[in-house]
């Protein structure tokens, strides 16, 4: 992937300089049943608490200010998205495009609407204030905790991924688990939502492989990523047994194939997007094509 000449978005807040609340849990490390829990969006009040049943860390820190060019990267990244989904919104909704805002930060942040979320919880996306929030050193825990890849675009995928959870809220995807056939499936409804952000990531990758330059290689450590990412594999490195019922996110293979569907294809219209609330699908047995 080459970022040389992507504009760099104006909707990112790097609040990692500067006072420094509590450290809750020492961030991600011996707290992958947090991740498995609040990976990827999910309610980060819920996440916190079960983060700070890990050791507490020291009090209040000054901060230095950072310079390890995250910032940049995620206003590029973020700035790639922009460009992507303003077009599509425009090509398959006739409507303009409302970007996400994007927070990075260190420890803890309040998230504006979705509580005050720990480092454990790994990046995530509150509809509330339309922001991604992500504390960089995620990428270092899951390549070392989880084996995924800490590759450029891999990170990007993780961020294309928090994205697609906003251009979900603002097509009513979100909305739609409110349906009783939908709040039926309780807790397993959410498989349908975190597969299409699987799949609408692939989207932006499919629509940016040109200006970024997107390679085979960069494809296979996204790969690695979402496999990394999936609920067996994650249940299976934090209590050594995999519980099907209790699935949040999708399995290796659902996530890969997900974002594969998305990157060949590019399509995001409202006829392939439903595919993922089709009533005759169990959450669990979704497959690319259905």
Known sequence: MDLSGQRESDNVQDSRGGKRGLMVGGGIVGLLVTLAAAYFGLN??????????ADQGGGQQDGQGVDDG?????????GSTEDVWEAQFRQNYGQ???PAGMKLFSEQVDSGGCGVAPSAVGPFYCPRSQK???DPTFFNELRGKLGGSDAQFSQAYVIAHEVGHHVQHLLGYGDMLEEPQFKR???????????QADYLAGVWAHHSKDRLKINEGDVR????????IGDNRIQKKSQGWVSPEKFTHGTDEQRTKFFLWGYETGDCSKGRLMTFFDERVKPTSLTPGR
């Open 185 to 195: 499936e309780g807790a397993n409804g959410g498989i349908r939502l975190e597969l």
């Open 96 to 98: 303009k495009y409302k």
């Open 221 to 228: 450590e996204a790969i690695k990523t979402a496999q990394a």
């Open 44 to 53: 980060p009040q819920l996440a916190q608490q079960l983060g700070q049943m």
């Open 70 to 78: 995250y910032e940049k990267f995620s206003r590029q990244i973020l």
């Open 132 to 134: 991604v929030f992500l």
